[in-house]
């Protein structure tokens, strides 16, 4: 089993930032995949960033150049920087670990942006 717990949500003014960290505890395999979806009111749940076990990163379009993930394979952790954050970047954040053809999620952080 897995478990995960966001952590670094909040309130922020457009053009600020957040930094999302992730903890990881259970059995983590070394080749997951870590992630970070987001969902918004009243839209679906949509993938933000991922990253693999050797630091290969995606991101969804909105948020190139603004937001990093990183991950610390010795710690169990998965971050995600987020800066210039707009209005739209309002949503609950999920971390997630895939591995073993499964994926585990966790309870999700809250950001808001406000205008």
């Known amino acids: 089993q897995v478990q995960l717990v966001e952590s670094g949500g909040g309130l922020v003014q457009a053009g600020g930032s957040l930094t999302l960290s992730c903890a990881a505890s259970?059995?983590?395999?070394?080749?997951?995949?870590m992630g970070w979806y987001r969902q918004a009111p009243g839209k679906q749940r949509e993938l933000v960033a991922t990253?693999?076990?050797?630091?290969?990163?995606n991101y969804v379009e909105s948020v190139k150049g603004r937001f990093t993930i990183s991950r610390d394979n010795a710690k169990n952790t998965v971050s995600l920087q987020m800066n210039s954050l707009k209005p739209e970047d309002t949503a609950v954040y999920f971390c997630?670990?895939?591995?073993?053809?499964?994926?585990?999620w966790g309870k999700g952080t809250r950001v808001t942006v406000s205008s």
């Open positions: 997630n670990v895939e591995q073993d053809a499964k994926n585990y």
């Open positions: 259970g059995n983590i395999f070394r080749n997951s995949n």
């Open positions: 990253i693999s076990s050797g630091g290969r990163t």
